[in-house]
């Protein structure tokens, strides 16, 4: 059993790191009633030698470990993380939940001391933690599962603080925007059980209450999400709608206080609060704008609020014996709910996609559903201003609907109001309120377009800002829409409501006026229900850059011989072997763009600790180097002499466990070439050195820049070099699907690559002259793929794939031949031109495919083919195999809408045939389903 009193022995442990520990910088931990653990390890093989080194007990690396500033976590146990020293390039990360009391101590205490943990140890006292308070954890909204990860880094790309998948408490947002594109599912939201929770909590005797955002409605009709979730168990549903009016009525009376008399605490603009990864954002980020945010709660906090603390003690039932859960479109509002300063007002978030996918909601049976269900009083009235809450504009409009109200006494001139709902990036209302007089507000349609409202933010008294695109009906929590036209669609579907609503504008609904009239009255109680606060969530001095993604570099101190020296110049990437092109041959017509290429790579030794054989369907990552005069050129800006500093050492560490270096001194070419991605786009923390207040570069001064442009960018002096490494990214691997069978080629691997305009890595290997790259080693590995080719030759296998997303199944069809194997196969494969870029044709014939189908997107310039209507026109060939119990399906080449696309097809063209979704789910459950999608 886990005591004090055993904790208080661990904290109190050596500060000498021994082998066979893991070694935590932690404060002193007194009164420690939880703890949680969580290993992640980047990929298979490095599960597996975290796996291995773990039973060896190899002594770990410390790596970020400080307790933040008062104040900071204070709704949650800050994470602690410590990285393995393992070769590898982003290495597994041990994550520490502490608990508030320890943090109350660490407050008290700031003196750091290490305590030692034993790997066992830690696991074990995981799990005696949560025997002994399950219950007061935080419960992460998002979770990664490396074994699923194929490093194609879509999800950095689309992250507006461009983190990985760390989910780093102190930067992260927790948006699940992430989660939204990963085309592996990779990285998820963990679903609650509903039915089984609802059936216990019944067994408990306590009231179960649903509460339904507005965005929910762009995708099921209110009689579907009534019946389905009285069908699930809940004894009440009802409407977040009525808690947006209610938002509303406080926002709009906020901001006409703020604009009559704006004070240091309450100054002009008001940002929007609703959103509670834009509140992360600001918390994390731009902790000087805390101030501007409107004290509001969200309408879902709001709706908790008034159940459990007004509505409970009028029906004489305990908020205790209450559990609600919001059915949300957003991952962030799973993050929300757990904020001290909403007291457990909601208890839980499921979102639209969970309801959907998890099967326990009956789909067909609400769709079918005749009998015209509603919310339930009184929590069901509203006005079509709470409606447009889902759509981007639509709190603005809403709540300038009611402000204008408040100030002029009449409704706002409506085409005053039409800007909000066009499309566009940042939009601007203008609202006259008397002669000369007017209210000024803009939207942010999007995290990633803040910055070009923050340098202006003065010009206006109101603005809104949503993280995803289009407002909550593109939230992740929502089915992810196939394009922006799909999103416009669901925006319309509110609007269209608004048309129909009874009332115009939130201080029209009679439950809400009768509310204020009545019961809240008291303006105090409003505040107390109906306000919050927030707070800094960062280290005050150094906000433009979190403490956790520091590298620091400094000059070596020790000398080395001159064979070492030799190494600190070639050093790469741990858990990189150094491999060396053996021939390039192109494989589309000269002069025809994007060209591809067949190369031969010798195969990686293992000796950095990877494998050095592979398997037909394996992945093979390249780490590229920056363009040599690019790297001369960021030399010379330093001050540096690009000839010394291939002498010249340095000690590179890091803070952040996605970016590992070598435990051994590099020279500051070989940093700056290897490891710094000086081409790649300018990151987040980049921009933001480059503008620190706003992180508002304008667009023309980073258009077609990359990294290396915007560090010569800087006042020169005004960061350390370790602070301007710190802001870039680090150069991470390009993975390639091996496009030969370790059958025919065990002794070389062949790839097939399409030359990417601009790209670094192809930049190399397909632009530079053949003598070159033959003689310039690259750092390569081996990793295990997505699948293997089944070693029993009679498996049925249907395979689609796009471009360069032939080359496994180009694997797979040596090995046929090879192997003399003849299971049925069908292909279909998208390109663009048959004569063009169909590239190794030779293969399919020699791998005796049963059925093939070829859609050539570009052959005809009256109507584009794609891959999804040859499967449509192929279903009865594709689902023959497919509904084979022991059919293995397999998908390669561009993720995003086409892979929702093809499963459409592969679904819809199987009516008549079979239930071809029941199938998909029951394949996908066995793993006989892959994508290999980037
Ligand atoms: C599992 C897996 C298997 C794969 N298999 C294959 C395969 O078999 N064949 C294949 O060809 N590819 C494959 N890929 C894709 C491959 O890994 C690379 O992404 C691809 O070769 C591009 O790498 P790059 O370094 O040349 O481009 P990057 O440098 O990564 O550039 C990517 C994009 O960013 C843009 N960009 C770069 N710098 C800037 C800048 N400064 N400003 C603005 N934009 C910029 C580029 O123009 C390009 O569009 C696979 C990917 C994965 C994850
Ligand atoms: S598969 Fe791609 S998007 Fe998903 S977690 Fe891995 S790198 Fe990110
Ligand atoms: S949750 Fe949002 S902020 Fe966090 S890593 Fe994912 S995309 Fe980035
Ligand atoms: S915009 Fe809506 S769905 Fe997206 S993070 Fe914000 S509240 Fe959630």
């Known amino acids: 059993m886990l005591t ?18 893991l070694a935590l910088a932690l404060p002193p931990l007194r009164a420690i009633s939880t703890a949680t653990v969580a290993a992640k390890a980047h990929d298979r093989t490095h599960q597996q030698s975290v796996a291995a080194s773990a039973a060896r007990r190899t002594p770990l690396f410390v790596s970020n470990s400080r307790v933040l500033g008062k104040g900071l976590f204070f709704h949650r146990p800050p994470l602690v993380t410590a990285t393995s020293t393992l070769p590898s390039y982003a290495p597994w990360t041990l994550t520490w939940r502490l608990p508030y ?116 409605r762009s995708v099921l009709t209110e009689e579907q999400i009534c019946y389905g979730l009285h069908d699930l168990g809940f004894d009440m549903v009802f409407d977040t709608n009525m808690a947006a009016d209610i938002c509303i009525m406080e926002e709009a009376a906020e901001l006409v206080t703020r604009i009559t008399a704006p004070s240091q605490e309450s100054p002009l603009p008001m940002f929007t609060s609703c959103c509670p990864a834009w509140i992360n954002m600001v918390e994390k980020h731009y902790p000087h704008l805390i101030p501007h945010l409107s004290t509001c709660k969200s309408p879902q906090a709001m709706l908790g609020a008034l159940v459990k603390h007004h509505w409970a003690s009028q029906k004489g039932v305990s908020a205790d014996d209450i559990f609600m859960v919001s059915v949300m479109p957003c991952i962030a509002k799973k993050d929300e709910v757990q904020r001290v300063q909403l007291e457990h007002a909601v208890d839980a978030v499921i979102t639209t996609k969970e309801l959907m996918d998890q099967g326990s909601f009956d789909l067909e049976a609400a769709k079918n559903n005749t009998q015209k269900l509603h919310f339930d009083q009184p929590f069901a009235e509203h006005s079509g201003g709470a409606v447009i809450f889902g759509a981007s504009g639509g709190v603005l409009e809403a709540a300038a609907r009611t402000a204008y109200k408040m100030v002029t006494g009449n409704e706002p001139p409506h085409a005053s109001l039409q800007p909000a709902r066009q499309q566009g990036d940042v939009k601007e209302l203008v609202l006259p309120v008397k002669e000369g007089v007017e209210i000024k507000v803009a939207i942010v349609n999007g995290m990633d377009h ?27 929590g929502n089915p992810r829409a196939l394009d922006l036209k799909e999103i416009q669609k669901r925006q319309q579907e509110l609007y269209k409501r608004d048309e129909k609503a009874t009332y115009f504008a939130s201080h029209e609904t009679p439950a809400v006026e009768r509310l204020y009239k009545g019961e809240l009255k008291d303006e105090h109680l409003r505040h107390h229900l109906f306000h919050t606060h927030y707070n800094h969530r960062f280290e005050k001095d150094q906000w433009h850059l979190p403490a956790t993604k520091l590298i620091h570099v400094k000059p070596a101190t020790t000398p080395v011989s001159p064979p070492a020296m030799e190494h600190c110049k070639t050093l790469i990437p741990i858990g990189f072997d150094e491999i060396h092109v053996k021939d390039r041959v192109r494989v589309t017509p000269e002069g025809y ?54 002498e010249e050492l340095v000690e590179v560490t890091s803070e952040d466990p996605l970016r590992a270096f070598p435990g051994m001194p590099m020279t500051l070419h070989r940093l700056l070439s290897q490891f710094v991605d000086l081409n790649g786009p300018v990151p987040y923390y980049l921009r933001r050195l480059v503008s620190p207040d706003t992180g508002f570069v304008p667009p023309e001064a980073v258009a077609h820049k990359n990294a290396a442009e915007a560090i010569m960018s800087l006042p020169k002096g005004k960061y350390s070099f370790s602070e301007i490494v710190s802001a870039c990214d680090i150069i991470h691997p390009r993975f390639y699907s091996i496009a030969s069978s370790d059958t025919r080629c065990p002794d070389e691997i062949e790839l097939l690559v ?21 003689t310039t080693p690259i750092a390569g590995k081996l990793r295990k793929g997505v699948f293997n080719y089944p070693m029993d030759g009679n498996t049925p296998m249907v395979c689609v794939t796009v471009g360069s997303g032939f080359a496994p199944v180009r694997a797979f069809l040596q090995e046929r031949k090879d192997r ?38 570009r052959d005809d310039p009256k ?54 979704g029941s199938i998909i789910r029951q394949m996908k459950g066995e793993h006989r389903y892959h994508l290999e999608a980037y």
């Open 101 to 216: 009391a320890a943090v109350a101590a660490a407050q008290t205490q700031p003196k750091q001391q290490e305590i030692h943990v034993d790997v066992g140890e830690v696991a074990r006292l995981r799990d005696e933690c949560r025997a002994v308070n399950p219950e007061c954890g935080y419960k992460p909204p998002l979770a990664f599962d490396p074994t699923k990860c194929l490093e194609c880094w879509a999800c950095e790309k689309a992250c507006p603080v461009g983190d990985k998948f760390l989910f780093n408490q102190s930067t992260c947002l927790l948006c699940g925007k992430c989660a939204q594109v990963c085309p592996t599912g990779a990285i998820s939201s963990p679903p609650m059980p509903i039915r089984e929770t609802l059936s216990k909590l019944k067994e408990e005797g306590k009231v179960t209450i649903a509460q339904v955002a507005p965005a929910i």
């Open 863 to 916: 109507k584009k083919v794609y891959i999804h209507d040859k499967i449509a026109e192929n279903g009865a060939a594709v689902w023959e195999l497919l509904q084979r119990p022991d059919c293995q399906f397999f998908y390669c080449g561009s993720s995003g809408k086409i892979l929702n696309q093809m499963e459409t097809a592969l679904i819809k063209c199987s009516e008549g045939i079979c239930d071809g």
């Open 4 to 21: 004090n009193r055993s904790l208080q022995t661990l904290a109190s442990a050596p500060l000498r790191l021994p082998a066979g520990s």
């Open 820 to 857: 003399g194997l003849s299971g049925d196969f069908v292909l279909v494969h998208g390109c663009r031109h048959a004569s063009k870029d169909f590239v190794c044709q030779e293969d399919i014939q020699d791998g005796g495919v049963s059925a093939s189908f070829y859609a050539f997107s």
């Open 754 to 774: 399409v030359d990417v305009p601009g790209g670094l890595c192809t930049g190399h290997i397909c632009r530079q002259p053949l003598e070159y790259i033959q």
């Open 450 to 476: 803040l910055s070009e409202v923050l340098p202006h933010m003065d010009k206006y008294h109101m603005i809104e800002v949503m993280n995803c695109e289009g407002g909550c009906v593109g939230g992740a």
């Open 593 to 646: 763009k994007p060209a591809q290429y067949v190369f031969k790579f010798t195969v990686p030794s293992g000796a950095a600790g990877g494998p050095s054989t592979y398997r037909t369907g394996d992945h093979f990552g390249l780490v590229p180097c920056n363009p040599p005069e690019l790297v001369d050129r960021l030399l010379m800006w330093l001050g540096k002499d690009p000839m010394r500093a291939h």
